[in-house]
């Protein structure tokens, strides 16, 4: 019960990010969007799989795909964001 | 409730698709192949779950990691510049 909770939250967040990948108007607003709603829906998503499924079936991997997860979003985020700011991209100002 | 879920996760990886199709810069596509990257782990982990098909984990792990290296790899070769 509670593991479908954690789904459909994970579900929404990811949907959200999406929705903010798309509408956002620059290469930053749509990074922030998109590292935000994946990490956030990643972790909510893989949480309610392990608590839907039960531990013995399928518990180590996932908890090691939810650290893998919490550990390169924010690393794959900062590379793609000091490649634009190095390349020239710059902020908007308003 | 598998069918749902795969479902609703391919609903929510039409707007990264969407950008990475038609991102004015290559930043913005680089976003949208990381985030549909997430989402394609996520359907291989969901698979494997609900299947209890346990071989798939490890392909989604693997999927993981190098989704994430080629992300960074195509950031630093785009950071210093086309040569």
Same mark, same amino acid.
């Given at each position: @019960? &509670?593991?479908?909770?954690?789904?459909?939250?994970g579900?929404?967040l990811l949907?959200?990010g999406?929705?903010?990948?798309?509408? %956002?108007?620059?290469?930053?607003?749509?990074? !922030?969007?998109a590292g935000v709603g994946d990490i956030g829906g990643a972790f909510l998503f893989?949480?309610?799989?392990?608590?839907?499924?039960?531990?013995?079936?399928?518990?180590?991997?996932?908890?090691?795909?939810i650290?893998?997860f919490l550990f390169t979003g924010p690393?794959s985020t900062?590379?793609?964001?000091?490649?634009? %700011?190095?390349?020239?991209?710059?902020?908007?100002?308003? | @409730?598998?069918?749902?879920?795969?479902?609703?996760?391919?609903?929510?990886?039409?707007?990264?698709?969407? *950008?990475?199709?038609?991102?004015?810069?290559?930043?913005?596509?680089?976003?949208?192949?990381?985030s549909?990257?997430v *989402?394609?782990?996520? #359907?291989? #982990? #969901?698979?494997?779950?609900?299947?209890?098909?346990? &071989?798939?984990?490890?392909?989604?792990?693997?999927?993981?990691?190098?989704?994430?290296?080629?992300?960074?790899?195509?950031?630093?070769? #785009?950071? *210093?510049? !086309?040569?």
């Amino acid at each position: @019960m &509670i593991g479908t909770v954690f789904l459909a939250a994970g579900l929404a967040l990811l949907l959200l990010g999406g929705v903010g990948l798309l509408r %956002f108007r620059g290469p930053y607003e749509r990074l !922030q969007a998109a590292g935000v709603g994946d990490i956030g829906g990643a972790f909510l998503f893989l949480v309610g799989l392990i608590l839907r499924l039960g531990w013995p079936a399928t518990g180590g991997i996932l908890v090691a795909l939810i650290g893998f997860f919490l550990f390169t979003g924010p690393l794959s985020t900062h590379a793609i964001a000091k490649a634009a %700011f190095v390349r020239g991209e710059r902020p908007s100002e308003d | @409730m598998r069918t749902a879920v795969l479902v609703a996760l391919i609903c929510t990886a039409i707007p990264p698709l969407g *950008r990475l199709w038609a991102g004015p810069t290559l930043w913005d596509r680089l976003t949208g192949a990381a985030s549909l990257n997430v *989402r394609i782990t996520l #359907a291989l #982990a #969901a698979e494997a779950a609900f299947a209890g098909y346990g &071989i798939l984990l490890d392909v989604a792990l693997a999927y993981a990691v190098l989704g994430f290296l080629g992300t960074v790899l195509v950031a630093r070769f #785009a950071e *210093r510049g !086309q040569r």
